[in-house]
């Protein structure tokens, strides 16, 4: 949190733009909720009633409510990542400009890779947190709470049961993001490691090609490429073992909820269009839990 309070002080100049983007997200959010509900109407209204005179007007609305969604998602994009490009531009000059003020001493116990990796390496991996972490973050807790929302309105009996797996589906997210993330920033270090040995062999190759020392470093190089590749291997084996889990308990409450509805849809005490939707909907509430990178 400490971090985050202070990577918010420096977006506190872009408050504006924040704004926009805020709200851009807000109507994205609420956009995506649109669709299962018009689908749930078709199915109920115009086909399970037979009144085929409103099919292509309600069909005419969804497209619409897409087309829509779609232009809120090009405004978003491209407000969100041309402020990141800013934010970053401004933070690699305040860094140098930081740099250029310490002392001689700090130069000299210090490598001019590493420092070369903390401001290209760490300020690249700071605008993909501001252009999609922080956005993500915030369009999949709106979708969260609005799906589950609506899913309650349909029926709060299916939402229930839809929703069953969502408390362990947060324990275990807390538990990933607890166990991953050392393991990423284990492969941030490694990463810079690679790029400072290189940046400093690069600087000096004039006299590692002098006395012939030129196997000597590519072992190192080679030993500092292997431990980045067992730390990035160690990362993606973690990924990509917890997230399949993940969608497998998911698809539990999916599953229970579909055939829950499925049987009271028998007895006639649950229309098939609800059911539909609540299938629709369900995909909407797990889908924050889609991983947007696995290779850290």
Same mark, same amino acid.
């Given at each position: 949190m400490r971090i985050l309070r202070r990577l918010l002080t420096f977006v506190r100049p872009y408050w504006k733009t924040l704004a926009v983007v805020s709200l851009l997200l807000l109507l994205r959010a609420n956009l995506r909720l649109l669709p299962p509900l018009y689908e749930r109407q078709?199915?109920?209204?115009?086909?399970?009633?037979?009144?085929?005179?409103?099919?292509w007007v309600m069909v005419a609305a969804l497209i619409g409510i897409h087309a829509v969604a779609g232009l809120v998602d090009v405004g978003d994009m491209y407000i969100r990542h041309a402020l990141g490009a800013r934010f970053i531009f401004d933070l690699r000059v305040r860094i140098y400009a930081y740099l250029q003020q310490l002392s001689l001493?700090? *130069?000299?116990?210090? #490598?001019?890779?590493? @420092?070369?990796? %903390? &401001?290209?390496?760490?300020?690249?991996?700071?605008?993909? /947190?501001?252009?999609?972490g922080v956005a993500l973050t915030a369009v999949d807790s709106l979708r969260l709470v609005g799906a589950s929302a609506v899913l309650v309105a349909l029926d709060w009996q299916l939402a229930l049961v839809v929703l069953i797996p969502l408390p362990f589906m947060a324990f275990g997210l807390r538990r990933f993001n607890r166990r991953a993330r050392p393991i990423y920033r284990q492969v941030q270090d490694r990463l810079g490691d690679?790029?400072?040995?290189?940046?400093?062999?690069?600087?000096?190759?004039?006299?590692?090609?002098?006395?012939?020392?030129?196997?000597?470093?590519?072992?190192? *190089?080679?030993?500092? #490429?292997?431990?980045? @590749?067992?730390? %990035? &291997?160690?990362?993606?084996?973690?990924?990509?073992?917890? /997230?399949?889990?993940?969608?497998?308990?998911?698809?539990?409450?999916?599953?229970?909820?579909?055939?829950?509805?499925?049987?009271?849809?028998?007895?006639?005490?649950?229309?098939?269009?609800?059911?539909?939707?609540?299938?629709?909907?369900?995909?909407?509430?797990?889908?924050?839990?889609?991983?947007?990178?696995g290779g850290g």
């Amino acid at each position: 949190m400490r971090i985050l309070r202070r990577l918010l002080t420096f977006v506190r100049p872009y408050w504006k733009t924040l704004a926009v983007v805020s709200l851009l997200l807000l109507l994205r959010a609420n956009l995506r909720l649109l669709p299962p509900l018009y689908e749930r109407q078709i199915v109920d209204q115009v086909i399970g009633g037979r009144d085929l005179s409103r099919l292509w007007v309600m069909v005419a609305a969804l497209i619409g409510i897409h087309a829509v969604a779609g232009l809120v998602d090009v405004g978003d994009m491209y407000i969100r990542h041309a402020l990141g490009a800013r934010f970053i531009f401004d933070l690699r000059v305040r860094i140098y400009a930081y740099l250029q003020q310490l002392s001689l001493s700090f *130069f000299e116990r210090t #490598s001019t890779g590493e @420092l070369m990796s %903390r &401001v290209t390496n760490d300020v690249n991996a700071l605008e993909q /947190f501001v252009t999609h972490g922080v956005a993500l973050t915030a369009v999949d807790s709106l979708r969260l709470v609005g799906a589950s929302a609506v899913l309650v309105a349909l029926d709060w009996q299916l939402a229930l049961v839809v929703l069953i797996p969502l408390p362990f589906m947060a324990f275990g997210l807390r538990r990933f993001n607890r166990r991953a993330r050392p393991i990423y920033r284990q492969v941030q270090d490694r990463l810079g490691d690679i790029n400072a040995r290189l940046q400093d062999d690069l600087t000096g190759i004039r006299v590692i090609q002098a006395f012939g020392q030129e196997h000597a470093e590519l072992e190192r *190089f080679r030993s500092a #490429s292997e431990q980045y @590749l067992r730390e %990035r &291997v160690r990362a993606i084996r973690t990924w990509s073992t917890f /997230f399949p889990a993940l969608y497998f308990v998911a698809a539990i409450g999916g599953g229970a909820g579909v055939g829950s509805g499925s049987a009271d849809g028998g007895g006639g005490t649950v229309v098939v269009g609800d059911v539909g939707g609540l299938f629709v909907l369900h995909h909407l509430v797990l889908r924050p839990a889609a991983p947007v990178d696995g290779g850290g």
